[in-house]
């Protein structure tokens, strides 16, 4: 009734996402690939396509923040995929916020793609795992979700509100053998941070799919990429706040 | 009323517009260890239930009826196809404290209708061990209770019913004067003729919301056939304990527990007992321990070391609690042990676990369950629990019960044990069928299709077979059991196999 080995990847046109859907792809995943802009998704369509000599990978143009288009688009991808049994939520935007700027509609949006259009699209999934008492849940969050930052409210906001919803989602589902993963990566090369130059120890989005694939075979809970973030993060997260107010972290 | 004449339903349910991703589920077998997808319904009223026959012949897809879903095995599910769930229709119709009789939907619960009659001084007849199941799931299935022997099965207790075949006209209330093949063959037909929409069924006058109870050890099967046959002309409930996993000389050693209603005047706080909440089980054990967390505390007995000590230490209690002394205890602590600690079955996780309960002559039922005993600690897999239980023959087409008794084992299953489990299964059917024996549909997950055909009579088989193309021709009505057993032409293999 539902195949297995089908995948859905929100915000598939680029980085992180489509690096997942090609790798989710060569493991023999029919995934189907969301974002806005329609020739990226083809795009990287294509090239999926052409490395498995088939059409495993389907396109479907959507922006995120028109929430109630998210239910019908749900079942018409289930339905062209013929079944789900993962859902990676990477679609995220940082929009450059300069430290004495307080500009409400950059930090809107960032709500809005980053953590609204996640909630609408893993409810769905949700619902659906629920049900049939299956499938993996990923979130893409950040590193930058632990700790509150002077140089990026909005997007802190939005990355550690992602980790809550998501622990809720886990505590929820895993009666139902669901698994909810949160990716938490430090630095990917991609084009969101392409303005800040390049990062400390700053990894490929394909080094990052690779840790997020790896993930999505076996793990539980929250994934650091790479893991050496999980004790660094460990560290931050236990500055006083006095302190950590004083160390200048952006 | 008219053998023809139909109830005028309610033609307000909405129509299920079609097979949509959200009415897809996973539905499982009680035991946790068969389970699949299917497109799942919960109509209100017949109406509904009518809409989704209409909708299944449109799509082409067959239909399983549901009700609590407590049949251990697949005789609930319909993978790749329809599910009809009959939960929603739930409500008690009427109910009558003088004459203990009541008109329910088929979703009502044995614990719904406990609760409605008890504090007017009724009982269900018939219970099975869990208050979970539903009307309709009882009277398909002709459920027994410890009482099987002396009351017969909750179809014996059925006034009427009102029934929806898929092409059998509208729905039409059958008794057993005007439709008795239909009413015999509906009640213990498995699902596989109509849905009960309505069911009317007689319940038992009783004094006291407790009953006196009293334990008495046993060393052997031998030994407890001997017990049951000797207290069963005066006691109202008889069921065995039996510890499988014991072997040698202690074999079939178990624990009977007899029970018996309170006669009038008999229980001084009689008004008080029958009150609902003189009959709420604890929320802890102990005081203490949440029972939500008990099958945590399961878990680690739930191997084979495990249950020997359990067994071993249930067995020796008596030594320190003589089994003769008699004790009070209500209606549900009696009937519904197995409640008492919500979602046991979880220790079971991951692999669940199967019953399999056969039912043999009383003449053979010693040296047949004696075998199987044998064979399965033989094989290394011992049932972890064992429920005897006496029973009497009955007039309904398909039912399991015998002039005899039923062993009735759990097995837990696991990944490495499956296809091992499923053998086992095998070869203590070869026991059942030599001894003359007969199965359980509600329990079972194993049989194999010649072993379906072959216990059940042929004239039954040929009875139920026209029915089955009076009121389903196109086998509208069909589970992931009656495809094991019977194929998707039901009515076609119990004739042929009916023809032998
Ligand atoms: C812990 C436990 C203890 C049990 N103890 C006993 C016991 O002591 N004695 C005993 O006999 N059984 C016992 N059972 C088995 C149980 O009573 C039967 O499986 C019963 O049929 C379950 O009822 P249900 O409502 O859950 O039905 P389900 O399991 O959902 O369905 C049972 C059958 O009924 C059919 N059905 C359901 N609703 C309707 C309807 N409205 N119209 C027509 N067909 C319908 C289904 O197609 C299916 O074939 C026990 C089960 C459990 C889990
Ligand atoms: N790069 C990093 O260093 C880093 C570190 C930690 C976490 N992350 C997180 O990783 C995720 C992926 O980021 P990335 O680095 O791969 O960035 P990216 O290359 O810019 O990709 C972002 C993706 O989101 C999609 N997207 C943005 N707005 C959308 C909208 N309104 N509707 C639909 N899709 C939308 C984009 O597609 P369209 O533009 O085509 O719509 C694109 O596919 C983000 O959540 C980000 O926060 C990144």
């Not at chain 2, 007849?125 to 539903?134: E, N, Q, Y």
């Not at chain 2, 299709?449 to 389903?472: G, H, I, S, T, W």
Request: proline content about 5%; aromatic content about 8%; some cysteine.
């Amino acid at each position: 009734m539902l195949r297995d080995n089908c995948a859905l990847v929100v915000g598939a046109s680029s980085g992180i996402g489509a690096a997942v859907a090609e790798r989710l792809a060569r493991e023999g995943f029919r995934v189907a690939l969301v974002a806005r802009r329609e020739e990226e998704l083809r795009k990287v369509a294509d090239r999926i396509n052409q490395r498995a000599g088939e059409d495993r990978a389907l396109v479907f143009a959507h922006d995120v923040t028109c929430f109630d288009e998210v239910p019908a688009l749900f079942e018409r991808i289930v339905e062209a995929l013929g079944g789900l049994s993962v859902v990676v939520y990477a679609a995220g935007v940082m929009p450059p916020v300069a430290l004495d700027e307080y500009h409400f509609a950059k930090d809107r949006q960032m709500i809005e793609v980053n953590l609204l259009g996640m909630i609408a699209w893993l409810n769905e999934a949700a619902d659906l795992f629920r049900r049939v008492q299956a499938g993996v849940i990923v979130g893409v969050g950040s590193v930058a979700g632990d700790r509150g930052r002077a140089g990026q409210p909005g997007y802190n906001t939005s990355k550690g509100a992602q980790a809550i919803f998501l622990e809720s989602l886990r505590n929820r589902l895993a009666p139902a053998n669901v698994r909810v993963i949160t990716i938490k990566p430090g630095p990917v090369d991609t084009p969101m941070v392409r303005h800040l130059g390049r990062l400390p120890m700053m990894i490929t989005a394909d080094e990052a799919a690779r840790q997020i694939v790896r993930a999505i075979g076996r793990s539980w809970g929250t994934v650091y990429v790479p893991r050496r973030w999980g004790l660094i993060m460990w560290v931050i997260i236990h500055i006083p706040s006095f302190i950590f107010r004083r160390l200048g972290m952006k | 009323m008219d053998m023809h004449e139909s109830v005028a339903v309610p033609r307000s349910a909405p129509q299920p517009a079609g097979l949509r991703l959200k009415h897809i589920e996973r539905v499982e077998g009680w035991g946790m260890a068969v389970g699949g997808l299917s497109h799942v319904f919960r109509p209100t009223d017949a109406e509904g239930v009518r809409a989704v026959f209409d909708l299944a012949r449109r799509e082409g897809r067959s239909v399983g009826l549901r009700g609590g879903g407590n049949s251990y095995g697949d005789a609930a599910m319909n993978t790749g196809g329809i599910v009809l769930d009959l939960t929603r229709m739930d409500r008690v119709l009427a109910w009558d404290p003088a004459t203990g009789v009541i008109d329910v939907e088929p979703g009502v619960t044995i614990e719904r209708l406990w609760k409605t009659i008890i504090g007017d001084g009724w009982w269900p007849a018939v219970v099975s061990g869990t208050m979970f199941t539903t009307m309709g799931g009882c009277a398909a299935m002709n459920i027994h209770g410890k009482n099987n022997y002396k009351v017969g099965t909750f179809g014996d207790h059925v006034v009427e019913f009102d029934f929806l075949a898929p092409d059998d006209g509208g729905v039409r209330t059958v008794t057993r004067e005007n439709d008795p093949d239909l009413f015999h063959g509906a009640i213990s037909g498995f699902g596989m003729l109509g849905c009960f929409t309505r069911l009317r069924l007689q319940t038992k006058r009783v004094y006291s919301g407790r009953l006196r109870v009293e334990a008495f050890d046993t060393h052997s099967v031998g030994e407890m056939i001997e017990s049951f046959e000797e207290r069963a002309p005066d006691a109202d409930y008889l069921v065995g304990w039996i510890d499988c996993i014991k072997g040698g000389r202690g074999l079939g050693r178990g624990i009977v527990h007899r029970a018996n209603y309170l006669a009038p005047g008999e229980d001084p706080d009689g008004d008080l007992t029958l009150a609902v909440a003189a009959q709420g089980l604890p929320d802890k054990i102990l005081g203490l321990f949440p029972k939500s967390l008990m099958h945590l505390l399961l878990r680690p007995f739930c191997n084979n070391l495990g249950v020997r000590l359990i067994n071993a230490a249930k067995f020796h209690a008596g030594v320190l609690h003589p089994r003769s002394v008699v004790y009070l205890q209500s209606h549900t602590a009696f009937a519904f042990l197995l409640d008492y600690v919500p979602n046991w079955k979880f220790a079971y996780k991951p692999g669940g676990l199967i019953q399999y309960q056969s039912f043999i002559p009383k003449e053979a039922a010693e040296s047949a369950f004696e075998e199987q005993l044998r064979i399965a600690q033989g094989a290394g897999l011992p049932p972890y629990l064992g429920v005897f239980k006496k029973h009497r023959p009955d007039p309904f087409l398909l039912t399991h019960a015998v002039d005899g008794y039923s062993l009735a084992f759990d097995f837990r299953v696991t990944r490495r044990n499956r296809a091992q489990l499923w053998h086992l299964a095998e070869e203590l059917d070869r026991v059942v069928l030599d001894h003359g024996g007969r199965f359980y549909f509600a329990k079972d997950a194993t049989l194999r299709p010649d072993v379906a055909r072959a216990f059940l009579p042929a004239e039954n088989m040929r009875k139920f077979a026209a029915l089955k193309r009076r009121c389903d021709p196109h086998n509208l009505l069909q589970t992931d059991l009656s495809r094991r057993l019977f194929g998707s032409d039901l009515a076609a293999t119990m004739e042929s196999a009916g023809a032998r």
